[in-house]
């Protein structure tokens, strides 16, 4: 599938999130963000989340929680590992 996301908020280290739809708004929507929290001196919190909304997202809720959420969670663990790791 291709989508053309709109972004909504692009604050330099701080957090970045975007909207796309698949065929029209309120079909099935995805708000996609990353947010990067301070929480320590030389520490941070990464927060990776997607919220999804629209008349066709119940339909998909199996997938979201099974395929999606796993995509999420290895990407995650590669970023982490890229930082940590250099």
Request: aromatic content about 12%; overall charge positive; hydrophobic content about 45%.
């Amino acid at each position: 599938m291709t989508f053309r996301p709109k972004v909504l908020l692009a604050v330099p280290n701080q957090e970045l999130r975007w909207l796309g739809h698949f065929l029209l708004p309120g079909v099935f929507d995805g708000e996609h963000y990353f947010q990067i929290v301070p929480i320590a001196p030389g520490r941070v919190q990464f927060i990776h989340g997607e919220k999804f909304s629209g008349l066709l997202v119940r339909f998909f809720k199996a997938k979201l929680e099974g395929g999606t959420k796993a995509g999420f969670e290895a990407m995650n663990k590669a970023i982490k590992s890229r930082v940590e790791n250099g």
